[in-house]
């Protein structure tokens, strides 16, 4: 991993550069939100390329039982163009595009924070205000628009810690992420060898003749087992709650997800969500100025992240989820239980973002660059969109259509989502500058309303 992402590998020339050029060529206004030329195009790319890409996992939660997004005997997913779904997704997408999303959060730290013609207490003022604000983002995403899915909730709570590292160096952020990554590699393979252990010891209690009285040692791993399986939320009693509460009515999965969102703002992010997050928000500031998202670098250097990072992520991947389906879907090889789940998204991630940089910076797929721009320039707007919308076609209250979808079924309405916010955005920013959420979120922000409409001259 080192070796793709530190700065030596890479032939980089002194770290301060950058991101001092990038924020030197800001405009010094007053204190506003960045919109129209102020932006930066590739870093509103890289995020529609990672929002719509994160609807390739999310849409497994919408349309099927939670534990359906590692697990694809929830949906009997486990043989013909259902398996070859669930493997395509698995090795090209999971953890990437959530990585990728979460690290341009950290840049968009430091964009938000290069003002220069502001006093560092209203910046601050602003900064935390508009962090705080993204958790009550996520409070409404999670309980009143029902995704216990929700990523900004974290975000925001992780976010908080951010002002402490923006002035640090790229090196001293990297070392830092690269910390954490360490100890949650080391989190992962734990749960690893636990769940492995817990589950040979089934086994040969399974394997006992019929009729052979159990020891209390051995009722008690069959107990535990059990336990394991429920906080998995792959048991079939909270499978079949599951069903019941989404084929239920608004006020009834609103009850039914409200202490499953508590456990996972509690207890969850306390001992996983954060550290994932943060770890990814500070890479992406090292990123950030480090010149990697701007798509000014050679392209030397974005191949390199490309090759390297691909190279790396993609077998990892491979042999993970070749090993999950050969195992019979043993569940100590499913998702965060694999031991080098964190090198392999990460790297993953790394390479993506090669990848887009080298089509922005040599302004390749024109049509394709200015949907995605749009779309992440509405990135708030789509994501909590996301929601209202799947959630409408799934659950009970809507079409119902939760459970009813074919594993490759449900990538059609991936399909039509992405057809309908790249529609939305472009026409949207034709005549505004702000996407309805991003608009509420900045005239919150600043306490006072954002002209929204866009002149006549500009359109």
Same mark, same amino acid.
């Given at each position: 991993?080192?070796?793709?992402?530190?700065?030596?590998?890479?032939?980089?020339?002194?770290?301060?550069?950058?991101?001092?050029?990038?924020?030197?060529?800001?405009?010094?206004?007053?204190?506003?939100?960045?919109?129209?030329?102020?932006?930066?195009?590739?870093?509103?790319?890289?995020? +529609?390329?990672? #929002?719509?890409?994160?609807?390739? =996992?999310? !849409? *497994? &939660?919408?349309?099927?039982?939670? /534990?359906?997004? %590692?697990?694809?005997?929830?949906?009997?997913?486990?043989? +013909?163009?259902? #398996?070859?779904?669930?493997?395509? =997704?698995? !090795? *090209? &997408?999971?953890?990437?595009?959530? /990585?990728?999303? %979460?690290?341009?959060?950290?840049?968009?730290?430091?964009?938000?924070?290069?003002?220069?013609?502001?006093?560092?207490?209203?910046?601050?003022?602003?900064?935390?205000?508009?962090?705080?604000?993204?958790?009550?983002?996520?409070?409404?995403?999670?309980?009143?628009?029902?995704?216990?899915?929700?990523?900004?909730?974290?975000?925001?709570?992780?976010?908080?810690?951010?002002?402490?590292?923006?002035?640090?160096?790229?090196?001293?952020?990297?070392?830092?992420?690269?910390?954490?990554?360490?100890?949650?590699?080391?989190?992962?393979?734990?749960?690893?060898?636990?769940?492995?252990?817990?589950?040979?010891?089934?086994?040969?209690?399974?394997?006992?003749?019929?009729?052979?009285?159990?020891?209390?040692?051995?009722?008690?791993?069959?107990?535990?087992?059990?336990?394991?399986?429920?906080?998995?939320?792959?048991?079939?009693?909270?499978?079949?709650?599951?069903?019941?509460?989404?084929?239920?009515?608004?006020?009834?999965?609103?009850?039914?997800?409200?202490?499953?969102?508590?456990?996972?703002?509690?207890?969850?992010?306390?001992?996983?969500?954060?550290?994932?997050?943060?770890?990814?928000?500070?890479?992406?500031?090292?990123?950030?100025?480090?010149?990697?998202?701007?798509?000014?670098?050679?392209?030397?250097?974005?191949?390199?992240?490309?090759?390297?990072?691909?190279?790396?992520?993609?077998?990892?991947?491979?042999?993970?989820?070749?090993?999950?389906?050969?195992?019979?879907?043993?569940?100590?090889?499913?998702?965060?239980?694999?031991?080098?789940?964190?090198?392999?998204?990460?790297?993953?991630?790394?390479?993506?973002?090669?990848?887009?940089?080298?089509?922005?910076?040599?302004?390749?797929?024109?049509?394709?660059?200015?949907?995605?721009?749009?779309?992440?320039?509405?990135?708030?707007?789509?994501?909590?969109?996301?929601?209202?919308?799947?959630?409408?076609?799934?659950?009970?209250?809507?079409?119902?259509?939760?459970?009813?979808?074919?594993?490759?079924?449900?990538?059609?309405?991936?399909?039509?989502?992405?057809?309908?916010?790249?529609?939305?955005?472009?026409?949207?920013?034709?005549?505004?500058?702000?996407?309805?959420?991003?608009?509420?979120?900045?005239?919150?922000?600043?306490?006072?309303?954002?002209?929204?409409?866009?002149?006549?001259?500009?359109?």
């Amino acid at each position: 991993m080192a070796a793709i992402l530190a700065p030596a590998s890479l032939d980089f020339p002194s770290i301060p550069y950058y991101a001092d050029r990038m924020i030197q060529n800001m405009p010094a206004t007053a204190v506003t939100p960045v919109t129209g030329k102020s932006r930066i195009q590739s870093i509103d790319v890289l995020r +529609g390329f990672a #929002l719509l890409g994160i609807l390739l =996992m999310n !849409i *497994l &939660v919408f349309a099927f039982p939670f /534990a359906a997004y %590692s697990d694809p005997r929830v949906d009997g997913a486990t043989e +013909g163009i259902n #398996l070859a779904v669930f493997a395509s =997704m698995d !090795i *090209l &997408v999971e953890g990437s595009m959530r /990585a990728i999303f %979460s690290m341009l959060f950290g840049a968009g730290m430091l964009i938000f924070l290069a003002k220069r013609d502001t006093d560092e207490d209203t910046l601050r003022g602003l900064f935390y205000r508009r962090t705080v604000l993204l958790i009550i983002f996520g409070l409404v995403n999670a309980y009143i628009f029902v995704w216990p899915g929700d990523i900004l909730y974290s975000y925001g709570m992780a976010g908080l810690l951010l002002y402490f590292f923006r002035d640090f160096s790229a090196v001293q952020l990297t070392k830092y992420s690269l910390a954490i990554f360490s100890l949650l590699a080391l989190i992962h393979l734990s749960l690893h060898m636990d769940a492995r252990t817990l589950r040979n010891d089934v086994k040969a209690v399974e394997g006992l003749p019929p009729g052979v009285s159990l020891s209390i040692e051995q009722e008690q791993t069959l107990t535990d087992w059990d336990a394991f399986l429920e906080e998995q939320l792959v048991s079939p009693e909270l499978i079949a709650q599951e069903f019941e509460a989404r084929k239920s009515g608004y006020i009834d999965n609103v009850i039914a997800y409200a202490p499953f969102n508590i456990f996972l703002q509690t207890a969850v992010f306390l001992f996983s969500t954060l550290w994932d997050v943060l770890a990814m928000m500070l890479l992406g500031m090292a990123f950030f100025k480090w010149g990697l998202l701007d798509a000014s670098r050679d392209s030397r250097d974005y191949w390199l992240l490309a090759i390297a990072g691909i190279g790396l992520g993609l077998p990892l991947n491979y042999l993970e989820t070749a090993t999950y389906i050969s195992s019979g879907f043993e569940i100590y090889w499913a998702g965060g239980f694999r031991p080098s789940y964190d090198v392999s998204r990460l790297s993953l991630a790394v390479g993506y973002i090669g990848l887009v940089m080298l089509i922005c910076k040599h302004a390749l797929m024109p049509w394709v660059r200015k949907a995605l721009a749009a779309v992440g320039q509405l990135a708030l707007t789509n994501y909590l969109s996301q929601s209202v919308i799947c959630n409408f076609i799934f659950m009970g209250f809507g079409l119902g259509l939760f459970g009813e979808l074919q594993r490759y079924q449900a990538y059609l309405v991936v399909v039509a989502v992405w057809i309908f916010q790249i529609i939305f955005s472009l026409v949207w920013l034709r005549f505004y500058r702000f996407g309805p959420a991003e608009w509420l979120w900045r005239s919150l922000t600043y306490k006072q309303s954002q002209p929204l409409r866009l002149a006549a001259s500009r359109r």
